[in-house]
């Protein structure tokens, strides 16, 4: 399971993004993988990403020129037995 967060802030003309991935489970072991993300921009373009998940509690940071609207945690439905909230916080 995934409990993810995310902001996005302005910050000189660019658009930071910052995502916290948290691996939440019972009795078990961190899994290190790699995660697909999708950063979709107030355009209606999006970007797809792919990142090491290393650590649990991880902060990836993303800097773009164009305003980011939403993350979406595995776009593809690809990682199995997975179970995931992605939340904005302000």
């Known amino acids: 399971?995934?409990?993810?967060?995310?902001?996005?802030?302005?910050k000189n003309?660019?658009?930071?993004?910052e995502l916290r991935i948290t691996q939440i489970q019972e009795n078990?072991?961190?899994f290190r993988m790699?995660?697909?993300?999708?950063?979709?921009?107030d355009d209606g373009s999006y970007e797809d990403i792919k990142v090491m998940n290393s650590v649990d509690d991880?902060?990836?940071t993303f800097?773009?020129?164009?305003?980011?609207e939403q993350i979406?945690?595995?776009?593809?439905?690809?990682i199995i037995l997975k179970?995931?909230?992605t939340n904005r916080i302000d």
């Open 58 to 60: 991880e902060i990836f």
């Open 34 to 41: 790699i995660l697909p993300i999708r950063i979709k921009y």
């Open 63 to 68: 800097i773009s020129e164009n305003k980011p």
């Open 13 to 17: 003309e660019k658009w930071i993004t």
């Open 83 to 85: 179970s995931s909230t």
């Open 28 to 30: 078990a072991e961190f």
């Open 72 to 78: 979406i945690f595995d776009p593809n439905d690809n």
């Open 1 to 10: 399971m995934y409990r993810n967060e995310y902001k996005i802030i302005k």
